[in-house]
């Protein structure tokens, strides 16, 4: 399906999102987050800038021959015609009009003291270069934005200019004018009061960009839609320099889901969760869990309150159906779990308790009691399943049996430290004594555990520790304080994690392994012992 024209979807993460602290992408990685985008639906994606850097130059020559787009059209960026010259002379135009791209978007000054002390020209010369610069791309065959700068400020300091800036842009021809709100510093009610005023007094099409700066970037862009806005800016995940841009994400689906606006092709927006989590991993910033809409926490429940009344109907407890957006609902387990809860996630981790209040209180009670002591089961999935196996078998379920294990670390003369591990582990009926030796003890441990149960269990191969984190619980007691281990693991299907707690954090680390192995052996399909 092709959306229309009637309403635009611009993404700006490829430019603006790209100037994030510690965010630097590759020509690759933007060629990478290009196609995700177009995979999500959006409709216009802005590129960057051609001319201004070298990356950016090489990134719009490879467009040109490897991006294929299907549903987005690709736009380049840049400013209006230095000041006393001509927009077919300057050097950056000339980038722009060679660059490929279909839409040319151009950055416009609208507050009159940054024509004044950043361009150093009149504010006549600045209408000059705006107009100058639209109509010559526009005799090139290319359709042209505006996006105004600092119009707000400008328009809080001199209105009457700011206006002037707007109607000259669409005088000469920007299908539309964006007002920038470029500092972050607006509110909701400001900005839907100054963009009702310009489209009641031009004839411009208006458009929406907004920054985080007061928190309010979301809200902003929906106040401006409200208002009359027919175009709205943003970037994947909020994306951008000091607190960030408006993140697309929300504001598609708010404005989908309720707005009842059609922004995205059919069945798209289920796509969000995916997208939204595969730039991220291009551009190596860890996704926000409390994102709302795609965040891992955005339908995750933890009240047993919540959990009772989701159980009757999710609804009550969710304000959209989680699968609109690709994203799931999570029940955390933990101390504030309730019998509902314990149903819940067992069901969603594929256990049938079978109604069972006697088994479902023990497992409250256990889970209370366990998290009390510093454990905690909503980080640590796997485990907890293994707790509700015992708990329905009255044993559990083992595969092998670490009866002693001891650690060493040393170092040489030259500083070079060696680890070592020895564990004797009870497996089928044998006694195994394994060794190890890795960069650190939990290395050398899991080293030496797998080494000696390989033999036994060849599905360990499978298996890859992928994540592995401490955390001190009680700090009164210095370094005998209780120590939190998460783990993560991998195979070739997914991820689980497990949890172990102790004072020893090489104990607490054998625990959460024992975990991650038993539960790794039970995904690959070995009926425990």
């Given at each position: 399906m092709t959306i229309s024209d009637n309403f635009h979807v611009y993404d700006t993460t490829l430019r603006d999102g790209a100037q994030q602290e510690g965010l630097n992408l590759s020509v690759h990685d933007k060629l990478q987050i290009a196609r995700h985008l177009d995979d999500l639906g959006v409709g216009f994606i802005e590129g960057g800038w051609p001319g201004a850097n070298p990356k950016d130059t090489e990134f719009f020559e490879l467009a040109k021959k490897e991006l294929k787009l299907k549903n987005a059209t690709f736009v380049a960026f840049g400013a209006t015609r230095r000041a006393n010259t001509k927009a077919a002379d300057d050097p950056l135009i000339a980038a722009l009009r060679n660059s490929g791209a279909p839409v040319v978007t151009m950055v416009a000054k609208a507050h009159d003291r940054h024509v004044d002390l950043a361009l150093k020209t009149t504010l006549e010369e600045n209408l000059n270069m705006i107009k100058d610069s639209?109509?010559?791309?526009?005799?090139?065959?290319?359709?042209?934005?505006?996006?105004?700068?600092?119009?707000?400020?400008?328009?809080?300091?001199?209105?009457?200019?700011?206006?002037?800036?707007?109607?000259?842009?669409?005088?000469?021809?920007?299908?539309?004018?964006?007002?920038?709100?470029?500092?972050?510093?607006?509110?909701?009610?400001?900005?839907?009061?100054?963009?009702?005023?310009?489209?009641?007094?031009?004839?411009?099409?208006l458009g929406i960009h907004c920054h985080n700066d007061t928190g309010c970037a979301i809200a902003n862009s929906m106040a401006a839609v409200a208002a009359g806005a027919t175009h709205v800016q943003g970037t994947i995940n909020g994306y951008g320099e000091r607190t960030g841009n408006a993140d697309l994400v929300s504001i598609i689906a708010n404005l989908e889901l309720k707005k009842d606006k059609k922004l995205l092709p059919d069945n798209l927006l289920r796509e969000s969760f995916r997208i939204s989590h595969a730039i991220a991993e291009v551009t190596n910033v860890a996704p926000s869990a409390r994102q709302p809409y795609v965040g891992l926490s955005a339908f995750a429940h933890k009240a047993g309150l919540h959990a009772s009344a989701i159980k009757v109907d999710p609804n009550l407890y969710q304000h959209e159906d989680p699968a609109s957006v690709g994203n799931d609902m999570r029940m955390l387990v933990s101390d504030m779990a309730g019998r509902a809860s314990i149903e819940l996630k067992s069901q969603e981790l594929g256990v049938d308790l079978g109604g069972d209040k006697e088994l479902i209180t023990r497992i409250v009670e256990r889970v209370k009691d366990m998290e009390s002591k510093g454990f905690t089961f909503e980080a640590a999935d796997a485990s907890f399943e293994l707790l509700v196996r015992e708990e329905i078998a009255q044993k559990r379920p083992?595969?092998?049996?670490?009866?002693?294990?001891?650690?060493?670390?040393?170092?040489?003369?030259?500083?070079?430290?060696?680890?070592?591990?020895?564990?004797?582990?009870?497996?089928?009926?044998?006694?195994?004594?394994?060794?190890?030796?890795?960069?650190?003890?939990?290395n050398a441990f899991d080293t030496a555990l797998r080494s000696g149960l390989l033999k036994l269990y060849p599905e360990l191969a499978e298996l890859e520790l992928t994540d592995y984190k401490v955390r001190i619980l009680e700090g009164r007691l210095g370094t005998g304080a209780i120590t939190r281990v998460l783990v993560e693991t991998s195979d070739k299907n997914g991820a689980w994690n497990t949890v172990g707690v102790h004072e020893n954090v090489i104990a607490a680390s054998a625990m959460a392994l024992e975990d991650a192995l038993t539960y790794g052996l039970i995904r690959q399909g070995r009926k425990p012992e």
């Open positions: 639209i109509q010559h791309l526009k005799s090139e065959g290319q359709r042209v934005f505006i996006d105004a700068e600092h119009f707000f400020d400008g328009y809080r300091a001199n209105r009457d200019y700011a206006l002037e800036v707007v109607r000259a842009s669409a005088e000469a021809g920007a299908d539309v004018i964006a007002l920038c709100d470029t500092n972050g510093g607006m509110l909701p009610d400001e900005i839907a009061e100054v963009v009702h005023d310009i489209l009641g007094a031009s004839s411009a099409r083992s595969f092998f049996n670490v009866q002693h294990w001891l650690t060493s670390v040393e170092s040489d003369e030259q500083g070079n430290i060696v680890t070592k591990a020895e564990v004797t582990v009870a497996a089928n009926g044998e006694s195994l004594v394994c060794s190890g030796s890795g960069n650190g003890p939990v």
